[in-house]
């Protein structure tokens, strides 16, 4: 018999039809009292033996006649039951069970698609809303804890304990923000394992509120450690219930992309190009799309109107030019459209006076172009020897000898020409100005020990080179066979600028003759490329990152005593493009994705100063720089808004940096998964699906349900039918 606390814990999703339900029960009581009433009693003869008979049977009677009406009346309460929908309550006010208490744990999609905005309310205030009805019908003596499913996730409330006050649980719901970036769906049941392990409570139920997008719910690569964490919540025996607040087929276009041509921006650069990559995901071509690029908060030069075919990648090309040095801000915006948050995409870019390049002659000679490095200045800096307009790149040159007591921190880019050997102390020098993400281009030549740069520099594939030093190739004396350039598809940015270059301009790249070079090899799984090769086969420029900076490997010598390439005309544009890779570091570390931290190395006077950041939504945060080894490391982990981030460094002679967060392009495409995909996409996950949260009453109780019970009761009404027909069968024959 059920106990009435469990009949109290019996819910209708429709209850005005099961309110008209009920009087049809008693339509059987009626039809059989009316029959009853039907016929006159009349005496006769024969009557006597009848009646008899009948008295003899008439118990039996009875009990089959009752037996028949409770069948036929059970019959019609299950169809209009099952019809009106009854579930038994998990989320409401009343027990389940008697005594039994539940720990709940509200889980939020915190993922940018939930931005998505209809009637001037997002998804993510509507799963706000519905966390906070949530939290009003939990019933006395339940706990609750609230987890942000977010890349990184959080838990908001419960990391320690779950909380019974509900006051103080509204309170922290309604004040959390929604991150401008995806999922890491591992680690969120991974953080929602520890909110129900804190907890002794047995029953535990767990409630997602999201809007199923694929790229949040689909991951690859992780699939072993999904199942892992699945399983763990499954073990705890949670009731898992998604509500989907999400629609597909939506309307959505997203900057997806902003680059620029140039790894280093230098003040006057004339070809300077700014491509934003725009995509519209909606099931309709857009018209007439505005795409404006703004400088530093200042409109930038206006472009004509677009059309945004579906599906399709579109690149917009901008001319920015910056009217001082410094660091500046490009941003990208559309149109708004019901996801804002994708519509504006920002760069930091730090804009040199000119690169400064330090030239280091392992070769000095007083006599003009006889020195190891007068070939490559030249070609870097052609103004530095006029009164002309200054360079692009500015270059100074020292010996060898000076190297080691040279400060390395004010140069975008250090050139190694011919250099013998190096100390420890230079190396460690090299390192630390690499970890500020600065450049170094090493050139070959006849004084360099290569023990010695192998020892030092390359140590074993764990040190600054991309690439041992082999021995000489070639004889640069006798000069009795030459080597070509091999450009390997132009598919490198040292090499690119020349695809689809006239035929007289590549053969002055591929056609320049070299004599000798040292032979490189590149280790097993490094992460270096070859830029160009010669025609033997052999690396002539091997390019990889180091720290925060790049290394870059040229197997001949920078003047012409190995090589005729320093009197060809293609010198000049390569040896350009190899200094800008060189010294592109500094740039790319100033752009990150939404979630990844903001790292800058500074010189060791920085260390133990502070360091004040202005975030997008203007609110203002605070942290020390840290002194590590030879550097000082800035490092700020709250980036979970896209926009612009502002530094201010307290320690004297270190300029403001500007920084800028970007989301993930993944997170516009509005896809969202059905119950198979998101079965799929969570194997081993048991869990109940409600999509039509908004067509249910009032209450949150009915949103939170668990045991539907109409599937049941309309498999009662089918045996029903089966007793009815056999009953009605057997007792019409006695």
């Known amino acids: 018999m059920l106990s009435l606390p469990l009949l109290w814990a019996i819910g209708f999703s429709n209850l005005p039809l099961l309110q008209i339900g009920l009087a049809a029960v008693s339509l059987p009581i009626i039809i059989h009292l009316l029959n009853r009433r039907k016929y006159r009693e009349t005496s006769w003869a ?3 033996f009848l009646l008899a008979a009948i008295k003899k049977n008439q118990r039996r009677i009875k009990i089959e006649q009752w037996l028949l009406l409770a069948v036929r009346t059970l019959l019609i309460l299950f169809l209009v039951s099952a019809m009106a929908k009854p579930f ?3 989320l409401g006010a009343m027990q389940l069970l008697p005594g039994e208490r539940t720990h709940r744990v509200i889980v939020l999609d915190g993922s940018l698609s939930m931005a998505y ?3 001037d309310r997002s998804r993510f205030d509507e799963a706000k809303d519905l966390a906070n009805r949530l939290v009003r019908d939990t019933r006395a003596g339940d706990v609750l804890s609230v987890v942000l499913m977010a890349d990184p996730p959080r838990v908001v409330i419960g990391d320690a304990s779950p909380s019974a006050n509900q006051t103080e649980v509204l309170k922290e719901i309604n004040q959390i923000t929604l991150p401008h970036g995806g999922t890491d769906l591992v680690a ?4 929602i394992d520890k909110a129900l392990e804190v ?4 029953r535990k139920e767990v409630v997602f509120i999201t809007d199923l997008q694929t790229t949040s719910w689909r991951k690859t690569g992780v699939e072993e450690a999904l199942k892992r964490a699945v399983a763990k919540l499954e073990a705890r025996k949670a009731q898992s219930t998604v509500i989907d607040l999400g629609k597909a087929g939506g309307e959505n276009r997203a900057v997806t992309d902003l680059r620029l041509n140039q790894p280093v921006v230098a003040l006057g650069s004339s070809d300077l190009v700014a491509t934003a990559t725009v995509r519209n995901f909606g099931p309709n071509t857009v018209s007439a799309a505005r795409v404006k690029l703004l400088i530093d908060g200042q409109l930038g030069p206006e472009l004509p109107p677009i059309d945004l075919p579906v599906g399709v990648d579109v690149p917009v090309v901008f001319r920015p030019t910056f009217p001082a040095s410094g660091d500046h801000m490009l941003e990208v915006k559309l149109d708004d459209d019901p996801l804002p948050l994708d519509n504006r995409r920002w760069m930091a870019v730090p804009v040199k006076e000119a690169l400064k390049v330090l030239l280091v002659d392992g070769h000095f000679k007083s006599e003009a172009f006889e020195s190891e490095t007068d070939y490559l200045a030249q070609a870097l800096s052609p103004s530095s020897t006029n009164q002309g307009s200054p360079a692009l790149i500015r270059v100074e040159v020292i010996t060898e000898s000076s190297f080691a007591r040279r400060d390395l921190a004010p140069y975008d880019a250090v050139v190694l020409c011919n250099v013998g050997q190096v100390s420890e102390s230079e190396v460690a020098s090299i390192d630390a ?3 500020q993400g600065g450049g170094l281009v090493v050139f070959g030549g006849d004084q360099v020990v290569a023990e010695n740069y192998n020892r030092h520099l390359y140590a074993d594939g764990k040190g600054i080179l991309p690439a041992s030093i082999g021995a000489s190739i070639g004889d640069s004396e006798k000069k009795q066979s030459a080597f070509d350039m091999n450009p390997l598809g132009f598919t490198h940015p040292i090499i690119k600028p020349f695809a689809g270059a006239d035929a007289p301009v590549i053969a002055g790249l591929v056609n320049s003759k070299t004599w000798r070079y040292h032979k490189l090899t590149i280790p097993p799984g490094s992460q270096a490329k070859v830029a160009l090769a010669f025609s033997s086969g052999d690396p002539a420029i091997v390019e990889a990152p180091r720290h925060r900076g790049r290394v870059v490997m040229i197997a001949t010598s920078a003047d012409a005593g190995w090589t005729t390439w320093p009197l060809h005309p293609s010198y000049a544009p390569v040896m350009e493009q190899v200094i800008l890779q060189a010294a592109g570091g500094r740039l790319a570390e100033r752009n990150v994705k939404v979630g990844q931290p903001l790292d800058q190395v500074l010189p060791t006077n920085a260390s133990n100063s502070n360091a004040d950041i202005a975030r997008p939504d203007d609110a203002k945060a605070q942290v020390k720089v840290k002194p590590s080894g030879d550097v000082s490391l800035f490092h700020f982990d709250d980036t979970d808004l896209s926009g612009t981030y502002r530094v201010k460094y307290s320690a004297q ?6 920084f800028a967060a970007n989301p993930d392009p993944a997170e516009s495409d509005p896809a969202k998964l059905d119950r198979t995909g998101l079965t799929q996409a969570v194997p081993g996950w048991k869990f109940t699906l409600l999509n039509n949260w908004q067509d249910l009453t ?18 009662g009404v089918l045996l029903l039918l089966i007793v009815e027909s056999i009953m009605a069968w057997k007792f019409g024959h006695h």
């Open 199 to 202: 907890s002794t409570i047995p």
């Open 46 to 48: 024969a009557m006597r």
């Open 88 to 90: 038994l309550e998990s």
């Open 117 to 119: 905005t209809t009637a």
């Open 698 to 715: 009032g209450s949150a109780v009915s949103v939170g349900r668990h045991g539907e019970l109409h599937r049941q009761l309309l498999y």
């Open 433 to 435: 100005y690499l970890k």
């Open 653 to 658: 002679g270190v300029p403001e940096a500007a």
């Open 188 to 191: 969120s049941f991974e953080k």
